[in-house]
């Protein structure tokens, strides 16, 4: 065998194509929006320490939130995070941490709030208006 022939029949000499139109759908956690939601929990300074959570068999996310000055107010809540903007909320006014601390089944750690992609949004959208399913 010439292996040299057996090589170059297979070399490869196409290059990749580039990406372009690529755009980020992630929104780093804001912690001014969920200070805002927060004064309830009294203290000079309310934040997202970092922690976010979500628990998969209820749909729920948690947060470990710090109170400066607010005594007993440090602890993971319910919040709520908006899917088109990836802002994150206090969740049903609550003034406490949760009792118990965080539930067992949140596990998974969130470190970007996955919006919703308007493009593929309307895509789905379009494709269903025609007909198409699956």
Same mark, same amino acid.
């Given at each position: 065998?010439?292996?040299?022939?057996?090589?170059?029949?297979?070399?490869?000499?196409?290059?990749?194509?580039?990406?372009?139109?690529?755009?980020?759908?992630?929104?780093?956690?804001?912690?001014?929006?969920?200070? &805002?939601?927060a #004064?309830?929990? %009294? /203290? +000079?300074?309310?934040k997202?320490?970092?922690?976010?959570?979500? !628990?998969? $068999?209820? *749909?729920?996310?948690? &947060?470990?939130? #710090?109170?400066? %000055? /607010? +005594?007993?107010?440090?602890?993971?809540?319910?919040?709520?995070? !908006?899917? $088109?903007? *990836?802002?994150?909320?206090?969740?049903?006014?609550?003034?406490?941490?949760?009792?118990?601390?965080?539930?067992?089944?949140?596990?998974? !750690?969130?470190?970007?709030?996955?919006?919703?992609?308007?493009?593929?949004?309307?895509?789905?959208?379009?494709?269903?208006?025609?007909?198409?399913?699956?």
């Open positions: 065998l010439d292996t040299l022939n057996v090589q170059q029949k297979y070399k490869v000499s196409d290059t990749a194509a580039t990406v372009t139109g690529y755009a980020d759908t992630t929104i780093a956690l804001d912690n001014s929006t969920f200070k &805002a939601s #004064t309830g929990l %009294g /203290g +000079t300074d309310q997202i320490d970092g922690d976010l959570k979500f !628990d998969d $068999t209820t *749909g729920k996310y948690y &947060a470990k939130v #710090t109170v400066t %000055g /607010g +005594t007993g107010k440090d602890g993971y809540y319910e919040v709520s995070v !908006d899917k $088109t903007n *990836g802002e994150v909320t206090l969740a049903g006014g609550a003034t406490s941490p949760l009792t118990g601390g965080l539930p067992a089944t949140a596990t998974e !750690d969130v470190k970007n709030v996955q919006v919703a992609n308007a493009d593929l949004t309307e895509a789905k959208a379009a494709l269903t208006a025609a007909g198409v399913t699956g």
